[in-house]
């Protein structure tokens, strides 16, 4: 497969490096630190040979008594549940305000109705918009049609006065949410529940892929060109350029650091095998939930038969490969070059997608 493909032929300290399994000391060292920063006592991460990794208590714990806190480390919302609910961004939980989420439901729901039966166009158009009570037998049997229930028309203007807060549902004020903060660079795609968590997603991963008018042109059209091929393609390429950009962050961080450190001890350290622990280094919480990569440990599906494995297996891997290659023209910059190379950066992507899941 790899004499086909062009991946796999450089870089093999980086890759294997990559590739390899934390050892059982490295995840046990890991998540003992991660508790200790995060203050827990009384749980451990053991790590069994049967089930793998699990998380023990060491002591006896009351009912609702908080046991440990820790945001994830990348995730996202599912394109179609995008629809249903508008959630921050960085910590997922609900926000705007219950009239929002509803009007913003209806209003989703409206345009996909609108979609399916051709409303949109032509006349029958009027009819899905303007639902008066004189219009409303009529535009329910075209706007219903070929769904056996019988759909009750809103009163006009009901979503719009949903949606910018003009009307106010009974007893709403006893769930009152945060305000939605729209993402400082300006997509309009990303909402948060603060200004702390947009902040903490920008520096995580969507300073490198925001779409908003504050990222430079070139590389906003690149972003879009990826998005677009991985809402046809697969989502998972969405999570996996979220992990990748984490990493890649982290990496630029921690070697600032480590010029500093160097600066300040007058050293010098630019050698490959120094910018590959800094990787490995930033790689790290996302190496904790290895996986073998993609395309070798993705499940047949039902309708690829078992002797086109191999054909089904490298057509997962150049499509990998394909999206890897629009995200790069997005995000990729100098200062990661030297270390974050095409083979690398492939593996890194095969990898990513896995730790988490999308739901
Ligand atoms: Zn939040
Ligand atoms: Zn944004």
Same mark, same amino acid.
């Given at each position: 497969?790899d004499s086909i493909c062009p991946i796999g032929l ?65 995730? /996202? ?13 960085f910590c997922f939980c609900f926000i705007g305000s ?53 759909k009750v028309p809103l009163p006009e203007g009901i ?58 042109? /070139? ?141």
């Amino acid at each position: 497969m790899d004499s086909i493909c062009p991946i796999g032929l450089q870089c093999a300290t980086e890759i294997s490096a990559l590739l390899s399994p934390p050892s059982p000391l490295q995840v046990q060292k890991y998540y003992h630190d991660l508790l200790t920063a995060r203050g827990c006592s009384g749980i451990k991460v053991k790590q069994d040979g049967n089930f793998g990794k699990g998380l023990y208590a060491d002591m006896d714990f009351k009912e609702g008594e908080l046991v440990l806190k820790d945001p994830m480390l990348v995730g /996202a919302q599912h394109p179609l549940n995008k629809i249903d609910c508008l959630v921050c961004s960085f910590c997922f939980c609900f926000i705007g305000s219950i009239e929002l989420q509803i009007g913003r439901r209806l209003y989703m729901q409206q345009l996909r109705a609108n979609e399916s039966h051709g409303c949109e166009v032509g006349s029958s158009s009027k009819h899905c918009h303007e639902m008066d009570s004189s219009d409303e037998e009529e535009s329910t049997q075209q706007c219903t049609s070929g769904s056996s229930k019988t759909k009750v028309p809103l009163p006009e203007g009901i979503v719009e006065s949903l949606m910018n807060g003009q009307l106010v549902l009974p007893f709403s004020e006893k769930f009152s949410l945060p305000p939605a903060v729209p993402c400082p660079g300006g997509c309009g795609e990303a909402y948060y529940c603060s200004m702390s968590c947009a902040e903490a997603d920008w520096g995580s991963s969507h300073s490198l892929l925001c779409t908003g008018e504050s990222s430079d042109s /070139a590389r906003r059209e690149a972003l879009l060109k990826f998005i677009k091929h991985a809402n046809e393609t697969n989502d998972i390429f969405l999570l996996a350029a979220k992990a990748i950009s984490s990493t890649m962050l982290m990496y630029r961080k921690l070697k600032a650091v480590s010029l500093e450190e160097q600066m300040k001890h007058n050293t010098s350290c630019v050698s490959n095998h120094c910018n590959l622990s800094i990787l490995l280094e930033a790689w790290k919480p996302i190496s904790m939930g290895h996986k073998r990569r993609w395309w070798d440990c993705i499940a047949l599906p039902d309708d690829v038969d078992s002797s086109d494995e191999a054909s089904f297996r490298l057509q997962i891997k150049m499509l990998a490969f394909e999206s890897l290659q629009l995200l790069k023209t997005a995000i990729f910059d100098k200062e990661c070059e030297p270390c974050i190379l095409t083979d690398v950066d492939f593996v890194m992507y095969s990898l990513c997608g896995f730790p988490v899941t999308l739901s």
